[in-house]
Antibody, heavy 122, light 107 residues
Framework: QLDLVESGGGVVQPGRSLRLSCAAS????????MHWVRQLPGKGLEWVAV????????YSAESVRGRFSISRDNSKNTLYLQMNSLRAEDTAVYYC???????????????WGPGTVVTVSS | DIQMTQSPSSVSASVGDRVTITCRAS??????LAWYQHKAGRAPKLLIY???TLQSGVPSRFSGSGSGTDFTLTISSLQPEDSAIYFC?????????FGGGTKVEIK
């Protein structure tokens, strides 16, 4: 069983940067694709980005492409989301989540962290 | 991007009722469809993936079906703890997209 905990959220001014981290406990982190998903205030879920288990592939939503970058360090069991040029509409709860099947990026997200809140405001 | 449309947006039913939620994709997703349950203040929970595969630990009253562009989540006998928002998600194409959600309430 893998547990995930996000960190790095907070209040940031528009145009600034923030890096989220997702620490995984357990030895299987390096075998699974990992995602970032966010929930905008009062709205539904929005998928943000995914990275393959070995970092060989990455994809992101159009709304964040060119501004956000997903990465991972399997030696540290940690997933990252580098968020640049932040906008008010990026205000959300950000979740990291693990793929349910080994070495995949598109089956389903079976383990989620509790989320970290990012508020972009001047 | 593939647009996912859920219906109804909300449903109110009694304990023991059968509840059906529909998800329609703007183009075929070849069975790459997942369902999640989301309760306020908690992380979403995966119920079903690949249209009909029940995630480990999920009660058997939850089931999924469908193909192509039309998919269904069924709760065969609604329980009090099923009160939540349910989301569908297509994983056939990137970007992955979610439906707008269906709120299930207990009468």
């Amino acid at each position: 069983q893998l547990d995930l905990v996000e960190s790095g959220g907070g209040v940031v001014q528009p145009g600034r940067s923030l890096r989220l981290s997702c620490a995984a406990s357990g030895s299987t982190f390096s075998s699974y694709g990992m995602h970032w998903v966010r929930q905008l205030p009062g709205k539904g879920l929005e998928w943000v980005a995914v990275i393959a288990y070995d970092s060989s592939s990455r994809y992101s939503a159009e709304s964040v492409r060119g501004r956000f970058s997903i990465s991972r360090d399997n030696s540290k069991n940690t997933l990252y989301l580098q968020m640049n040029s932040l906008r008010a509409e990026d205000t959300a709860v950000y979740y990291c989540a693990k793929e349910t099947e080994l070495n995949t990026m598109n089956y389903g997200l079976d383990i989620w962290g509790p989320g970290t809140v990012v508020t972009v405001s001047s | 991007d593939i647009q996912m449309t859920q219906s109804p947006s909300s449903v109110s039913a009694s304990v023991g009722d059968r509840v059906t939620i529909t998800c329609r994709a703007s183009q075929g997703v070849r069975g790459w469809l997942a369902w999640y349950q989301h309760k306020a203040g908690r992380a979403p929970k995966l119920l079903i993936y690949a249209t009909s595969t029940l995630q480990s630990g999920v009660p058997s009253r939850f089931s999924g079906s469908g193909s192509g562009t039309d998919f269904t989540l069924t709760i065969s006998s609604l329980q009090p703890e099923d009160s939540a928002i349910y989301f569908c998600q297509q994983t056939n194409n990137f970007p992955i997209t979610f439906g707008g959600g269906t709120k299930v309430e207990i009468k």
